[in-house]
């Protein structure tokens, strides 16, 4: 990215790219959708590469269609190839895109459920509970799938191949704002501190801003996700603390595909639409 624009070659292009979920398409008729894409004008098709959809059973992965036709990852990134259109994989972990569990293997919540945030009780929501993104647990299993995902992917990387950039993760802190769910988890907590610690420097400071008397930093927890008299200077560092939260989440995902030899850009998608309704207070994402 250079003065607003996506340079390839040293010139200025536009990426024009459409979703084409391969695994929601009979594997005949692949071809003709590539071609089809062509014809709208498109020079990019992109696709979740869904972590449940690869790997059904733990440590066992299907991208050649062993399983089932449309697992085959390995004859889809062919076609798309040969058909002269960048590919822009969206490797997750999460994908979202209306699956069950957010593209989520089952295993992983009903083998490891303390990778996975309690929403707030009697709050309405149609996902489900969203991962802790910075559990060492959960990064862990993510790191897997990455080992397992990305080497077939870095051979293709551009100019030597048609893949551009990567997208890590989707929707990164989706669920979470819509449900006003925090990660209360040891390590959360730490980080939390830490980031008081950088923006006032000491527990004195904290206390006049928050009208409190903590002793030390390893008093500090994160406070309840409820306004109350006095606590809003302490809610709004609470959600500049989130930012954070999910930029070094982004960050360790970033970290483990350069170790993997992505060497494109990377995106992120966060979502940052308006939320009133139900479930929420009509407040921006943080």
């Not at 994160?222 to 930029?247: H, I």
Request: net charge positive; hydrophobic share 35%.
């Amino acid at each position: 990215m250079r003065g607003g624009n996506f340079i390839l070659d040293g010139k200025p292009v536009f990426i024009y790219s459409g979703e084409f979920h391969y695994f929601r398409c009979d594997p005949k008729d692949w071809p003709d959708r590539l071609a089809r894409a062509k014809e709208a004008g498109l020079n990019a098709v992109a696709s979740y590469i869904p972590w449940r959809w690869h790997e059904v059973k733990e440590g066992s992965f299907d991208f050649t269609g062993r399983t089932h036709p449309r697992r085959n990852l390995v004859e889809f990134l062919r076609l798309v190839s040969e058909s002269g259109l960048f590919f822009i994989p969206r490797i997750g972990p999460v994908s979202n895109g209306e699956m069950m569990n957010e593209g989520l293997p089952d295993w992983l919540s009903e083998k490891y459920p303390e990778v996975f945030l309690a929403a707030n009780e009697g709050k309405t929501i149609h996902h489900q509970s969203p991962p802790a993104y910075n559990s060492p647990k959960f990064l862990a299993k993510v790191l897997a799938w990455y080992e397992k995902l990305v080497p077939m992917l870095t051979s293709a990387q551009y100019p030597a191949g048609n893949i551009p950039f990567f997208q890590l993760c989707n929707e990164i802190g989706m669920i979470n704002w819509l449900g006003k769910i925090g990660d209360y988890a040891p390590y959360s907590d730490r980080m939390y501190r830490d980031f008081l610690k950088k923006r006032y420097g000491g527990i004195g400071k904290v206390n006049s801003a928050y009208n409190t008397s903590y002793k030390s930093f390893p008093g500090l927890k994160q406070p309840a996700n409820t306004l109350e008299e006095g606590n809003l200077r302490c809610l709004l560092d609470w959600g500049d603390y989130y930012k954070e939260y999910y930029a070094v989440y982004f960050a360790k995902l970033h970290s483990m595909v350069k170790e993997m030899g992505v060497r494109t850009p990377v995106l992120a998608n966060i979502p940052q639409f308006y939320d009133y309704d139900l479930r929420g207070r009509g407040i921006y994402s943080p």
